[in-house]
Nanobody
Framework: QVQLVESGGGSAQAGGSLRLSCAASGRIKRIEVMGWYRQAPGKQRELVAR???????NYADSVKGRFTISRDNAKNTVYLQMNSLKPEDTAVYYC??????????????WGQGTQVTVSP
C-alpha cells in the first residue's frame, strides 16, 4: 500500500558529508511527520531527526549543528544532509513516515534501511 524507498547511504571519512533521501509512494492522502532513525550494532534504534508537514524540526542532541533534515511535500520526500560526520554516526539509517492513507487510516511506515559507515 505504502512504500518508503531510501537512497544515498554509503561510506565517508570523518569530517565528510553524505545526503540521504527517502521517497514515499502509494495510497497516501497526507504525511504528517517524516523522520530518520538509526541503529548501530548492539544498540537500540534512536531518533536522528524529524520534520512535520509545516516544517517544524527536532534533532537528537548528538547531531544538532551537523545534520539538517528537509522535506519536499510535493514529492513526499524527506532528506537528511549529514555534515561533519563522525565515526559514531556509523549505523543503519531508517526512514519513517507517520501518514494518513486514502482510507483515512493513520499509521507508521518504515524504509528498509541504508548503511552509513564513517571511517576515522
Amino acid at each position: 500500500q505504502v512504500q518508503l524507498v531510501e537512497s544515498g547511504g554509503g561510506s565517508a571519512q570523518a569530517g565528510g558529508s553524505l545526503r540521504l533521501s527517502c521517497a514515499a509512494s502509494g495510497r497516501i492522502k497526507r504525511i504528517e511527520v517524516m523522520g530518520w532513525y538509526r541503529q548501530a550494532p548492539g544498540k537500540q534504534r534512536e531518533l536522528v531527526a524529524r520534520i512535520t508537514g509545516g516544517g517544524s524540526t527536532n534533532y537528537a542532541d548528538s547531531v544538532k549543528g551537523r545534520f539538517t533534515i528537509s522535506r519536499d511535500n510535493a514529492k513526499n520526500t524527506v532528506y537528511l544532509q549529514m555534515n561533519s560526520l563522525k565515526p559514531e554516526d556509523t549505523a543503519v539509517y531508517y526512514c519513517n513516515a507517520d501518514l494518513v492513507d486514502l482510507w483515512l487510516r493513520r499509521d507508521e511506515y518504515w524504509g528498509q534501511g541504508t548503511q552509513v559507515t564513517v571511517s576515522p
